[in-house]
């Protein structure tokens, strides 16, 4: 997890593809070589609609898993209402489903984020130097893995109850 808030010139920069997609230009991130989901939470405080894009690092389809990347852990406000309300909305291309997220174990998050490398080395780096983060190798990427919290993100049946 980044320990440093984002600044608010990146908050605008980071909303930006947020206001792309509601003007319906989802779907354009493929251009730069990435895939995001977007989440619609529930405010934990307010109960408001809360809607935030979040890097796909990896999918599963035997499994129908997503992995994604909470860059601010447990500080992100996104991250707090997923934990107050565990099923939210999530749109990943033209799919959209109900969703529910666990933390993904430390051990495995390092993989998941050199696998995630190996597929779009120009894309993790500058995503990694824009939050301060930057490594030399797999092996470095691997430790600052250990400080990220990576999600496993899984569509659930419309009738299923929260765990």
């Known amino acids: 997890m980044l320990e440093k808030r984002p600044t608010p010139l990146q908050k605008y920069f980071f909303k930006i593809p947020l206001f ?10 493929r251009l730069i070589g990435a895939q995001w989901m977007l989440i619609a939470t529930t405010g934990r405080k307010t109960g408001k609609r809360r809607e935030t894009l979040v890097d796909v690092m990896d999918y599963n389809p035997t499994t129908d898993t997503y992995y994604i990347e909470a860059a601010y852990g447990s500080h992100a406000d996104w991250f707090k209402n997923i934990q107050a309300n565990p099923l939210f909305n999530a749109q990943v291309g033209r799919r959209k489903f109900i969703a529910q ?15 995630f490398f ?16 930057k490594f030399k190798d797999e092996d470095e990427l691997r430790v600052l893995g250990k400080n990220l919290t990576l999600l496993v993100v899984k ?9």
């Open 20 to 29: 792309m997609h509601k003007l319906g230009f989802g779907g354009w991130e």
């Open 101 to 115: 997220a666990e933390i993904l174990n430390e051990g495995d998050t390092g993989e998941i984020l050199v696998q």
């Open 118 to 133: 190996r597929r779009k080395p120009a894309y993790t780096r500058s995503v990694m130097a824009m939050v301060g983060m």
């Open 155 to 163: 569509p659930q049946s419309p009738n299923r109850s929260s765990k």
